[in-house]
């Protein structure tokens, strides 16, 4: 059986000032914008982002997930340089999901409009609807033998923290989708942007419900959990039904520019069934300016 090849993207921090305003840049943005142009800037950058595009069209996945930060301060411009990558890949239509990270709902502003999800709601259509704004979430994409199950972990702090949570109405939509019998046989996959198990010290940069999320898993249960946010291979597990481990993995950022183990990279899952999922991840080689299989492996 040839395997459903899934795609993994995320933080890839696409830098615009398209379209942006001085009104723009008050409250968090100000201390946002200073961040990026001394450092963010240099770490972060977009020829990286051009290269994955050439080698995703090259190896044509049968889907592609990006878990958010697809901006630095949530500006309109921003969004629109995402979305024109997107589109750039020629992707078939419904062929990429899109959800938001900590830095597309860095002000509340436009997290009350719905400002990203307006952008990307092409990348968001649930089979058997879903709501508007935060309320879509999760919502459940059928693909072959995957189901994609989309949660929202990003809230605007209102702070200079990262923090996420993902809140009790979609942690219990998170469980009736899991068990629905029209998931029945497919590997779920659950998509967020926050490590739903705590990586760094310090909760100014963690999801604060990761305890019932865990909570969650541990009843309904789930194949495979990805994420983003910590700019670095992560790999871990959490409990599901029985004990089982449900592996948990985290991607680097699509656009780091830092040492070989955490350069601009992006995972694939070669899925055959629920017990069969292949690890493979592709990183940016400095010397060739090319991407690159560095990692394959089966996840237990």
Same mark, same amino acid.
């Given at each position: ?47 990286l982002?051009?290269? /994955? ?17 697809? &901006? ?20 078939p ?25 307006? /952008?990307?709601?092409?990348? !968001? ?13 999760p ?16 809230v ?13 109405? !979609?942690?219990?939509?998170l ?22 198990? /705590? ?15 865990a909570? &969650? ?16 291979? !992560? ?19 699509? &656009? ?29 080689d ?15």
């Amino acid at each position: 059986m040839t395997p459903f090849r899934l795609a993994h993207v995320t933080d890839p921090h696409f830098r615009s000032f398209e379209g942006a305003r001085v009104g723009d840049f008050l409250g968090k943005r100000v201390v946002g914008t200073l961040n990026l142009m001394v450092n963010r800037r240099r770490s972060h950058k977009m020829d990286l982002l051009e290269a /994955m595009g050439d080698d995703l069209r090259r190896e044509r996945p049968d889907h592609l997930a990006l878990t958010g930060d697809l &901006s630095n301060v949530s500006l309109d411009g921003e969004w629109r340089a995402a979305r024109r990558w997107i589109e750039a890949l020629e992707a078939p239509e419904g062929t990429v999901t899109v959800i938001p990270g900590n830095h597309d709902a860095y002000v509340p502003d436009v997290v009350a409009r719905g400002a990203f999800e307006a /952008m990307f709601g092409a990348y !968001q259509t649930a089979d058997g609807g879903g709501g508007d704004g935060r309320a879509r979430y999760p919502f459940v994409r059928l693909r072959g033998p995957v189901a994609l199950i989309a949660l929202n972990s990003c809230v605007a702090t209102g702070d200079l923290g990262a923090w996420g949570e993902i809140g009790g109405a !979609q942690l219990a939509a998170l469980e009736a989708a899991l068990t629905s019998p029209e998931l029945g046989g497919r590997v779920r996959v659950v998509l967020l942007h926050h490590p739903p198990v /705590m990586q760094k010290g310090g909760e100014e940069r963690n999801l604060k419900d990761r305890a019932a999320l865990a909570a &969650s898993l541990a009843r309904a249960g789930a194949d495979l959990v990805i994420h983003g946010h910590d700019h670095r291979d !992560q790999r871990t597990s959490v409990a599901g039904p029985d004990g089982k481990p449900i592996p948990v993995i985290g991607a680097g950022s699509a &656009s780091y520019v830092g040492r070989p183990e955490r350069r601009a990279r992006y995972n694939v899952y070669e899925v055959e069934g629920p017990d069969r999922i292949t690890l493979v991840t592709r990183a940016h080689d400095e010397a060739t300016g090319a991407f690159k299989e560095v990692r394959r492996e089966r996840l237990a």
